[in-house]
């Protein structure tokens, strides 16, 4: 976009900023103060622990759970770990012993602190350092190969359950115009306490994330971008009750962008909001050590409240988020703030409507590469009505000048084998894009019309919102159904017993290190 296209009321932004902040704070302080059974197993991931026992249960959790339950998390579980490791030639030898009940754990005191704090640190570093290498690599590749010729990216969904069988159909998928890769999570994986190992080819309507799989998905797609000439960027799901190890593999199997917002996992796998809140801040720190975008979701609040009545509570949501990543270090060009084209297409003018809506949000964040989510609410099955407003939503995002489109399909409602769906919504992209390139430029509405005044409305609106929730607290909105119209309290949900308050003399040394870019 070449400038501000609505004559948003100054102050009114900035009030509305200043109001996120004071709305977030009380949730930053209680990530800050808290730690989670994921936060701690994502620190010995950091430390290179990798694999699975027999049963396939990794031995993160083996070593966290035995640890959790002998000391407890609440001074971190660094110190008792690494106190230990003086006896045990690596921390794959102390996990298997840990299972056996083979360890006794316990919190060191001066010198024997200060040996264990020095071996985790040094394991953790070494984490950090390929966190480090993969995002210079990133940075090399892109200088090499080039990134995609135009904005936005399309962005195309690619998940059979079987790794083996996404590879060729990611690659086929970029070779067709795909910039972005997302490999959708096996169904339910949100609600695993832990993270599966190695290559998987038995999920359901996604594929398991894992590192090796992470590690063979972004292989194929670097073939692929050499072949293509731009870089293909690799995206996955950092969220649910492991979000901050998915975070950690992310980073150092070079993953581009992750979903990672905290109040899908709340409203919509009832993950309990505590946890989730407290594992979203480590995890946006690990992305923004990474260099990786995130994705937010405010999308799925407009699948269950409507789109028109509920249009402010994206905003309120984007705000919130765009408070949590500044926070924890993410900066406007890694902030994928989401939104989504889901009016339904039968209520009057209500294309203009969605105009309002993405140029509102492309004005308030005119630095972060925003993702622009299709039709799904309003699909029928009917697919060339779905076709139609797979354009029409196209189209909207070339207007608004939007950086990330996900491609619509045609078929969302409906099981159609016998249909290219997926060519046939790239088709659609690419003649939008080609045959609309620039049109942001020359889109102009006047600053008295109807665009204009319901993007004003909203804004207010969210403005008022957020003055309720810094009466009330975001919790307690959380709990009263305010985002999606799902109540979610924040004393319920799966996962609250994976939480712990830091004590007096809490140590984690990823944390540290997180924490020296973010006081």
Known sequence: MTGPLLPLDADLVARARALAAKAAQPVVDLARSHTTVSVERATLRLAGLTGADPDGIPWVNRLADAVHDQVGIEHGIALPVFHALKDFPDLERLAHAAAADGVRFELPKDRAAQAASDRASAAVGQGFDRIDASRARRSQLVGEIGDPPQRPWIYLIVATGDIYEDIPQA??????????????????????????????????????????????????????????????????????????????????????????????????????????????????????????????????????????????????????????????????ELLGLGHAFEINPEVPESFRLELAHALLARQLFPDAPLKWMPPTKHMTGDVFRGNLLDGFFNLAGVMTGQSILLVGMMTEAVVTPWLSDRDIALQNVRYVLSACAGLAEDFHPPADGFIANRANHVLGEAVDLLGKIVDDGLLNAIADGTFGIMKRPADGGRGLDGVAERAEGYWNPAAELLDGGTE
């Open 171 to 332: 690659q086929a998928a970029a070779k067709a115009g795909a910039d972005v890769i997302a490999v959708i999570r096996s169904t339910g994986q949100s609600l695993l306490d832990y993270v599966p190992e190695g290559a998987t080819r038995e999920g359901f309507a996604g594929t398991y994330a894992t590192g090796e799989n992470f590690r063979l998905m972004r292989a194929a797609l670097d073939e692929t971008s050499r072949e293509v000439g731009r870089y293909i960027r690799l995206t996955n799901y950092a969220s649910g009750l492991c979000m901050p190890e998915i975070a950690a593999l992310a980073g150092m199997h070079r993953l581009d962008m992750m979903l990672n917002d905290s109040m899908y996992g709340i409203l919509f796998r009832d993950i309990n909001p505590i946890r989730t809140f407290v594992d979203q801040r480590f995890s946006r720190q690990v992305h923004a050590r990474a260099g990786i975008i995130i994705n937010t979701g405010e999308d799925n609040y407009l699948t269950t409240a409507d789109a028109v009545e509920a249009a402010h509570t994206v905003t309120v949501s984007q705000l919130l988020n765009e408070r949590f990543a500044h926070e924890a270090g993410l900066p406007d």
